[in-house]
Protein backbone atom coordinates (compact mmCIF):
# COMPACT_ATOMS: atom_id res chain seq x y z
CA UNK A 1 0.00 0.00 0.00
CA UNK A 2 1.38 3.21 -0.98
CA UNK A 3 -0.71 5.66 0.36
CA UNK A 4 -1.91 4.10 4.02
CA UNK A 5 -4.94 6.06 6.57
CA UNK A 6 -3.31 4.61 9.17
CA UNK A 7 -1.23 2.40 10.85
CA UNK A 8 -1.25 0.64 13.94
CA UNK A 9 0.90 -0.69 17.06
CA UNK A 10 -0.04 -3.54 19.07
CA UNK A 11 2.15 -4.22 22.49
CA UNK A 12 2.24 -7.14 24.29
CA UNK A 13 4.07 -7.69 27.38
CA UNK A 14 4.65 -11.51 28.62
CA UNK A 15 2.08 -10.70 31.27
CA UNK A 16 -0.37 -10.43 28.61
CA UNK A 17 -1.33 -7.29 28.82
CA UNK A 18 -1.62 -5.59 25.69
CA UNK A 19 -1.83 -1.85 24.11
CA UNK A 20 -3.41 -1.67 21.01
CA UNK A 21 -2.83 2.49 19.41
CA UNK A 22 -4.07 2.91 15.95
CA UNK A 23 -3.09 6.51 14.34
CA UNK A 24 -5.14 7.79 11.76
CA UNK A 25 -4.48 10.21 9.18
CA UNK A 26 -7.12 12.73 9.92
CA UNK A 27 -5.70 13.15 12.79
CA UNK A 28 -6.66 11.22 15.97
CA UNK A 29 -6.00 7.69 17.29
CA UNK A 30 -7.87 4.73 18.79
CA UNK A 31 -6.29 3.00 21.82
CA UNK A 32 -7.22 0.17 22.72
CA UNK A 33 -6.18 -2.34 26.23
CA UNK A 34 -6.34 -5.18 28.52
CA UNK A 35 -4.48 -5.18 31.62
CA UNK A 36 -6.30 -8.02 33.02
CA UNK A 37 -9.52 -9.76 33.12
CA UNK A 38 -11.35 -6.72 34.94
CA UNK A 39 -9.53 -4.14 33.10
CA UNK A 40 -10.22 -3.57 29.74
CA UNK A 41 -11.29 -1.03 27.40
CA UNK A 42 -10.74 2.15 25.41
CA UNK A 43 -8.33 4.79 26.76
CA UNK A 44 -9.26 8.33 25.22
CA UNK A 45 -6.94 9.82 23.27
CA UNK A 46 -6.76 13.82 22.43
CA UNK A 47 -6.82 15.18 18.63
CA UNK A 48 -3.56 13.93 17.38
CA UNK A 49 -1.96 17.73 16.33
CA UNK A 50 1.51 16.27 16.34
CA UNK A 51 4.65 14.18 16.16
CA UNK A 52 5.32 15.03 19.80
CA UNK A 53 1.34 15.00 21.03
CA UNK A 54 1.29 11.07 19.81
CA UNK A 55 4.48 10.65 20.97
CA UNK A 56 2.89 11.89 24.63
CA UNK A 57 0.11 9.70 24.16
CA UNK A 58 2.14 6.48 23.62
CA UNK A 59 4.15 7.61 26.63
CA UNK A 60 0.87 7.72 28.73
CA UNK A 61 -0.86 4.70 27.06
CA UNK A 62 2.42 2.56 27.70
CA UNK A 63 2.61 3.82 31.63
CA UNK A 64 -0.94 3.24 32.10
CA UNK A 65 -1.18 -0.35 30.28
CA UNK A 66 2.82 -1.79 31.43
CA UNK A 67 3.46 0.22 34.77
CA UNK A 68 6.62 1.63 33.16
CA UNK A 69 7.76 4.93 33.97
CA UNK A 70 8.57 7.64 31.59
CA UNK A 71 11.74 9.58 32.20
CA UNK A 72 13.43 12.28 30.57
CA UNK A 73 17.10 12.02 29.58
Known amino acids: ?27 WADVDHITS ?3 AGVIPAPA ?5 VFG ?3 DTCAARVFGLRVTDE
Open 48 to 52: MTSAQ
Open 1 to 27: MSDPDSIGIHVRNSRDAELHVVLYRGG
Open 56 to 58: ALL
Open 37 to 39: IDD
